[in-house]
């Protein structure tokens, strides 16, 4: 049986205050990390938890991952407004102004985008409409297979996949892939499910293009590995 996504982990030089943020901007309640930091549990169909966890590293690149927020419960304006007063600032990644987006970044610079009404592609989707990535045709691919997720896009070397369950949608870009220079800020935690055996799971996950890694710096038991296109993840003991 494939892994669950089970957590999307930031970095935080301040997982409190972080986690605040964005319990404020999507309405999550907080609780008690089982290991470290701050987790957010969700109130919708997300299907995952997001997770701030300590670090002293200072954030010096664009994120590979980041949120698009969708328009599709609330006006943009509302949202834009709420995560500016929580501590958000306008930030200018060259976005044009007919796109239409907003491109903010919380009070840590993890940039996100509020995607204006009327956009057909995430249209059926939650608040969270999807985890936007920067990564290549091949890793959309693998996490298809590693996540167990349909393909619900593959155009123009850019993918997207989406669980069965509904919730955000994962996408990836396409080339130019942004070169890698250090530890994302973002990463995945996945688990087997309860009846699942780890080391059977990190084997598959190699199997599909993953490699296992050491990083100095992981909870226990956890196993560390990077998918094709380098960016880490986590596999934990089944759940």
């Known amino acids: 049986m494939t892994s669950q996504l089970v957590a999307l982990c930031f970095d935080a030089n301040d997982p409190l205050g972080l986690a605040r943020f964005w319990a404020g901007v999507l309405g ?5 990390d089982p290991h470290e930091g701050i987790t957010l549990l969700p109130n919708d169909d997300t299907g995952f938890r997001i997770r701030c966890l300590p670090t002293e590293e200072k954030k010096t690149e664009p994120n590979q991952i980041h949120f698009d927020l969708t328009s599709n419960y609330e006006a943009q304006e509302q949202t834009v407004a709420r995560a500016l007063a929580l501590g958000a600032q306008h930030i ?3 976005q044009l102004p007919e796109e239409g987006h907003v491109v ?3 009070p840590e610079g993890n940039e ?7 956009n057909n592609f995430l249209a059926d989707c939650g608040f969270i409409g999807a985890l936007a990535s920067d990564g290549s045709q091949e890793v959309g691919y693998f996490w298809s297979e590693a996540l167990g997720w349909p393909l619900v896009w593959d155009q123009d070397q850019e993918t997207a996949i989406r669980s069965p369950h509904g919730g955000p949608k994962i996408t990836w870009g396409g080339p130019p892939v942004r070169p890698k220079t250090g530890k994302n800020r973002l990463h995945f935690d996945l688990a087997p499910p309860a009846d699942g055996d780890q080391q059977a799971e990190v084997d598959r996950l190699v199997s599909l293009g993953a490699t296992q890694i050491d990083l100095g710096r992981h909870g ?3 196993v560390v590995m990077a998918d094709p296109d380098g960016n880490e993840f986590c596999v934990l003991p089944p759940r």
């Open 104 to 106: 903010l970044a919380d």
């Open 112 to 118: 996100f985008c509020v995607i204006p009404p009327g």
């Open 220 to 222: 226990a038991g956890h």
């Open 92 to 94: 200018d990644v060259g």
């Open 28 to 32: 999550w309640e907080m609780a008690d």
